[in-house]
Structure formats: C-alpha cells, structure tokens
C-alpha cells in the first residue's frame, strides 16, 4: 500500500504533458530554470577568467620592471635594445637640482663615444686598454648628460629657445670641408658611420649642445663684463698687441685665454672663429663676437687678428674670454650634494682618448 501511495505522489507530482494556456507560465519557467544551470556556471568562470588575466598580467609588469631595472642599474646594459627602450621609458640615470636626467640621453652619447671608439680607432673594447677608455666615456657621457639637463633646466626658467633653423645652421656650416661642399645625404651617412647616429639623433645632440651654449652665455655676467672691458682697451688702440690686453685683464682679474693657429683650412669647423678670420686684412683686428657650433670647450668671446693668409688656409692670432659660470655653477650643485647619480661610474680615470 505504501509503494502505491508512493507511485501515486510521483505521477500528481509531474507537470502536464500537454500545453495549455492555463500551463503555458509554468512550461516556461522550468525551461528557463533548466537554462540557469547552465547560465551561471559560464558566467562564474568567466569573471574568474577576467580576475587571474589581470593578475597574471601585473604579475608580469612586476617582473618586466625589476628586469629592466636590473638590467639598466646593477648590470648597466649598455645595448641598442636597452637604448631604445629608455627611448620609450622616461626612466631617470641621475638628478641635477631637483630634475631627472634621462638615463635615454646619457645612453645615446656613450653608444656614440663607443662607435667611434670601435669603428674609426679599431679599439678592442673588451680589452684592458678597451675598458679603460669605457670607464672614461661613461663618465663623459654622464656628465655631459646632467650638464644638458641643467643647462635644458635654466632655458625653462629663463625662457631661452634653440629653433629648428639654428640646428640647421650648425649643420649648413659642417657640410663645408676641405676638398668642398658635400651633400646633405654624405653628411648624414658620415655621422652614421663615424658615430652610429641617425640624422634625428644628430639633430637632438645639437640641439642640445646649442641649448646649453645659449644658457651659458646668458647667465655669464663675468664673461660680459671682461668682454666689455676688453672692447675700451681697444678703443684706446685700435691695433694692439693681444699679448698686451690680455696682461691689462688679468692683472684685474679678468679670465681671458691667447692662442695662434697657425695655417689652418678656412673650413676649420670650429664654431666660427676661422671664418670671421678670413674676412680680414693682414694685420686687422676684428671686433668680439661668440662661437656658435654649441662646443662647451670653445664657448666664448673672441677676438681675432689676421697673420697671413693664402686661397685656401689663414693664420690667425685670438684672444678669447672663456665662459666659467655654468661650470661653477654644476660644481656648487656637486659640492652642495644635489646632483644624484643613480648609476656607479668612476669619477677618476687613468683612462687617455688616443
């Protein structure tokens, strides 16, 4: 009796098999209740799915980070991959004053020192002459590195702008040589070869260069000052002995540097000076006026009076007026602990360039 009663619960238990207007809500949700099971599971899995991508991804970040940063500080990678990817990365190789000096800038002047070093002198890097001369272009290229970046610091505050048509200028004079004008494209393909450089990366460097030069000279009132001095001794006679003016300066304190060349191309690219030479007369004295190829070793003023001269080559005697400011400037910063270098490179090197 209990197993037919049993029977009996199932059967009233089970739907209609039949579908009817009065059956039809209850059909349709027990086929949408079948479908549920179905549903959520899925929908489950896939915000599962979504949560380990995320974290596998950050994971990955992490691990990407501290490779390049191993890569870039402890182990000091100096390759062409290392070198574009702080192209991409703004990470920083040492701070000046407060501003990041960018570790792209610093690899882009060594990868340069070391073309030329393998390249043009055939210099072995690996040996012990070799990692000599890299310890000394590291240190070269950094400082040169946190000086643009302090120089690229002042131009902000300062206002100073380099325009595209200056860079172009320094370049217009470069194509002048020896044996004649050259062409834009034997230029670049010079620059490549001798130093690895693509034409933009040239254009940065020079740019650079001329930043650092236009700050110089705008924060050197020493340098102003000596030149103005230099101008009324001049004035009291207009053919003087350099040898005379330079004595006159110094014994009030003026910083001002001789030389003579000797022969020298009329194409000597040094930022102007021989060119305003050639211009003269055997024995004339030009007025001041500056070096403009963005070279921190000759900025300056100069003066320059015509020895003698030929169709292709002058012989010149100059008085320049050095700009020490910047220098003094960067040096304080060292002394006053604020500028940081986040990588070790010796700051003392027996190194020589040949």
Do not use: C
């Not at 991409?88 to 000096?101: E, K, M, Q």
């Not at 020895?307 to 002058?314: A, P, R």
């Not at 960067?330 to 986040?342: G, P, T, W, Y």
């Amino acid at each position: 009796m209990k197993k037919l009663s049993l029977k009996k619960r199932k059967q009233a238990e089970q739907p209609p098999s039949r579908i009817t207007n009065e059956t039809v809500a209850e059909h349709r949700e027990q086929i949408l209740a079948g479908g549920r099971k179905f549903k959520y599971p899925h929908q489950y899995e896939r915000h599962k799915l979504v949560f380990n991508a995320i974290i596998i991804i950050l994971v990955t970040l992490v691990l990407l980070s501290i490779i390049i940063w191993w890569q870039l500080y402890p182990a000091q990678n100096t390759s062409t991959f290392f070198y574009r990817v702080t192209r991409i990365l703004p990470v920083p190789v040492a701070s000046v004053d407060g501003a990041p000096v960018r570790y792209s800038d610093y690899l882009m002047s060594l990868s340069g020192s070391q073309h030329y070093l393998e390249q043009s002198e055939r210099l072995n890097l690996n040996s012990e002459d070799g990692k000599r001369q890299i310890e000394f272009i590291k240190r070269q290229a950094l400082d040169g590195a946190i000086a643009d970046t302090y120089a690229a610091k002042i131009a902000d505050e300062k206002n100073i702008k380099v325009t595209d048509e200056q860079v172009d200028q320094v370049i217009d004079a470069s194509l002048n040589t020896v044996s004649g004008r050259i062409s834009q494209d034997i230029y670049d393909d010079s620059t490549f070869s001798t130093l690895g450089y693509t034409s933009d990366e040239y254009r940065q460097i020079i740019k650079r260069a001329l930043v650092r030069q236009e700050v110089m000279y705008s924060i050197d009132t020493k340098a102003d000052t000596t030149k103005k001095a230099a101008e009324a001794i001049l004035k009291e006679n207009p053919v003087p002995s350099f040898a005379d003016i330079a004595k006159r300066l110094q014994d009030k304190g003026y910083a001002v540097q001789l030389g003579s060349t000797g022969l020298v191309p009329k194409s000597n690219h040094d930022g102007g000076v021989t060119q305003q030479a050639a211009k003269l007369q055997k024995n004339q004295v030009s007025s001041f006026f500056r070096s403009e190829d963005g070279n921190s070793e000759r900025n300056g003023y100069y003066i320059v009076q015509l020895v003698d001269s030929n169709d292709k080559q002058v012989n010149y005697n100059y008085l320049r007026v050095p700009l020490t400011e910047f220098d003094k400037q960067l040096k304080s910063l060292a002394v006053n602990k604020k500028i940081q270098e986040f990588i070790s490179v010796q700051k003392d090197t027996n190194a020589i360039r040949r």
